[in-house]
């Protein structure tokens, strides 16, 4: 089996003009687990898993005849069993340097930027990190990436850094005042400002965090031929206008182009 970054290499020089492998009826069906993180997983009024993420890898895996249950579950136990279980398949991840040789990597499914977003009536503007972390608390989803950054940062748990089921949990925290800083991205903010009453509540980048691209992560057992399978299909999606279709009104035009400019990139280096 190659390795993560041999995947990727492979993935990248393969381009979108055909799947490399047809199914091979031997694979068996995968568990794909997510987490609730509206508007791209969540359960709707029937408690049916919906979301334009969701539909997106739904699509994909129409596409490949992939059979397997797609479940939502909390960040934390959702990222151990993909470490630790077969067959297992978990979105929307953060691909990085500490994760990177723990799966194999399908994406991006996203490519955004993570800020620290305050309140204008709670926060000064232009503080620094330094500042952040001695004057006031935060909070992130428990098992994230953005925990773990957070307490690289200096933020302590339980004292001045919050741990959440999930990022709903923690806006709500943030609009309450029962908390001072929370971690977003641009189509979360999109969302917030939408959905919550926030009254004269008003919200601001306080300081970026970091540049970040969400994938597939699967578990390490899962065929090479396979892996190379759904990034092609994934990149076929982004360029046949699927991708668009499913995002548009959800996420940002730029977070659209993003994808659209990455698939075309790995296009020209396939010929």
């Known amino acids: 089996m190659a390795n993560a970054a041999h995947i990727s290499h492979l993935a990248s020089q393969s381009g979108t003009q055909q799947l490399l492998a047809e199914f091979n009826p031997d ?5 794909v687990l997510t987490e609730h993180s509206p508007p791209g997983e969540y359960l709707d009024e029937n408690g ?3 979301g334009a993420t969701v539909n997106l890898v739904r699509h994909l895996m129409e596409q490949m005849g992939e059979t397997g249950n797609m479940l939502l579950l ?11 279980r077969t067959n297992i398949a978990l979105f929307e991840t953060i691909r990085n340097n500490d994760r990177e040789n723990q799966f194999k990597w399908v994406g991006p499914l996203k490519h955004y930027q993570i800020s620290l977003y305050a309140r204008t009536d709670r926060v000064k503007p232009r503080l620094s ?3 952040l972390t ?6 992130a989803n428990r098992g994230s990436v953005y925990a773990n ?6 933020f302590i748990v339980n004292k001045n850094l919050v741990l959440t089921v999930n990022e709903d949990r923690c806006a709500r925290m943030l609009v309450q005042q029962r908390v001072d800083l929370a971690p977003f991205n641009e189509n979360t903010m999109q969302r917030l400002e939408a959905s ?4 004269n509540v008003q919200l601001f980048p ?3 965090l970091t540049d970040i691209k969400l994938y597939i992560a699967f578990s390490k057992d899962v065929d090479d031929a396979r892996i190379l399978r759904w990034q092609q299909a994934l990149e076929t999606s982004y360029q046949d206008g699927t991708m668009r279709k499913l995002y548009t009104g959800v996420y940002t035009e730029q977070a659209i182009k993003r994808l659209e400019q990455f698939a075309a990139k790995q296009t020209l280096l396939s010929h």
């Open 149 to 154: 950054m957070l307490q690289d940062q200096g």
């Open 74 to 84: 909390p960040w934390a136990r959702g990222l151990e069993m993909a470490k630790n």
């Open 134 to 139: 001695q004057g006031y608390n935060v909070c």
């Open 129 to 131: 990190m330094q500042q």
């Open 27 to 31: 694979w068996p069906p995968l568990l």
């Open 48 to 50: 049916q898993l919906t």
């Open 206 to 208: 306080a300081i970026l």
């Open 196 to 199: 919550y009453a926030m009254g």
